[in-house]
């Protein structure tokens, strides 16, 4: 224990580490501070001059999967587009209602946009299952009238609509069931974790140069218990910490420390830096990868032992521990040999 506390020492000894241990908690508090509002949710602004417009915009007030804004006038609502809080506005106008029962929607709705506006190509479309949704009885009743058949759905359209499902889909399920992929800072902290140990064992190599007897595991270790102390932190600054988090990040720690001492057996300093941008690359293509089915599964599998990042994405623990003892084992097996 004391060996160890030496090397974490001498870890705060380097300017360079030390930026990187703080660098971590800087993003967490610039994320929190001001990642919230630039990853917000997406807003569109409507407003209605007639009352059959209004009941369209209280069905759009009630939309889960969009932030719909209802605005008491056009000028505000601009307002607001051009200051993007908003990313663009509906006007159902006046003759919408009349346009309705004359089936011709055709130029009903305007749209004020900015330049910066884009949300409108996918938001056009729950506005148009609204308005069909509201006109159907309309459209109905009229195709009803045109092949001279009497009656009025009306009436009936709406109950049928609350009381009985019409229409439905049946799911069959294949395989395992997908999860549902969430990015949180906390991943890009663990690839620091893991970059920033293999940095520890460039220090290791060189202290073999140098004839310096020291414990090269317990000095990778320093680095990346460490390194992990700040990600808990930085999890911790942006509400990401929880007490599996924290598990994770205790057990990533030895991960990562066997994973870069791996390198010291390389003994070339030149060829562990040219390979950190790699070891970069690859963790951070882990996260945004999720491959769980068909022929390539098993291989990103693989792909993911090799850089363990890819196991603190998953939240395997029994992996990371099955990884570190499987590193132990092959350093043991490898410091065998050079006795022989």
């Given amino acids: 224990m004391t ?6 020492k001498r870890c705060l000894r380097i300017k360079i580490f030390v930026a990187v241990l703080f660098f971590m908690p800087i993003i967490s508090i610039v994320f929190n501070v001001f990642g919230k509002n630039i990853v917000g949710e997406v807003k569109f602004g409507i407003y209605s001059e007639g009352d059959f417009g209004k009941y369209i915009c209280e069905s759009l007030e009630k939309e889960e999967k969009f932030k719909f804004v209802k605005y008491d006038s056009v000028n505000e609502m ?7 809080e908003i990313d663009c506005g509906y006007v159902f106008n006046k003759n919408f209602e009349d346009s309705v029962k004359k089936n011709n929607l055709n130029g ?6 900015s330049d910066s506006s884009s949300g409108y190509t996918f938001a056009n479309e729950i506005i148009f299952s609204k308005v069909l949704n509201a006109v ?11 092949i001279n058949i009497g009656g009025n759905v009306e009436k009936y359209y709406y109950d049928i609509l609350k009381s009985v499902n019409v229409f439905s889909f049946n799911y069959v399920e294949f395989g395992e069931e997908d999860k549902e992929s969430v990015f949180e800072l906390r991943e890009i902290f663990a690839c620091f974790v893991l970059i920033g140990s293999v940095f520890g064992s460039i220090v290791c190599v060189e202290d ?3 004839n310096i007897n020291k414990s090269c595991f317990l000095n990778v270790m320093s680095f990346s218990a460490l390194l992990s102390v700040a990600a808990v932190i930085s999890s911790l600054i942006c509400e990401e910490l929880s007490f599996f988090v924290f598990i994770e990040y205790v057990f990533f720690a030895f991960v990562s420390a066997a994973f870069a001492y791996l390198f010291t057996f390389f003994k070339n300093i030149f060829f562990i830096c040219g390979s950190i941008p790699v070891i970069t690359a690859c963790s951070f293509f882990i996260l945004f990868l999720n491959i769980t089915a068909g022929p ?10 090799i850089f363990p990042v890819g196991l603190y994405h998953d939240g395997d623990i029994i992996g990371m521990f099955i990884y570190f003892f499987a590193v132990m ?3 043991k097996i490898i410091r065998l040999k050079d006795c022989n």
């Fill in 3 to 8: 060996a160890f506390l030496i090397y974490v």
């Fill in 329 to 331: 084992v092959l350093l």
């Fill in 78 to 84: 601009s307002s607001d587009v051009r200051l993007c």
């Fill in 136 to 146: 159907s009885p309309n459209i109905a009743n009229t195709f009803l009238d045109e």
């Fill in 108 to 113: 009903s709705i305007k749209i004020i946009s």
């Fill in 296 to 305: 390539f599964a098993f291989i990103f599998n693989i792909y993911k032992w």
């Fill in 208 to 210: 073999k140069r140098k």
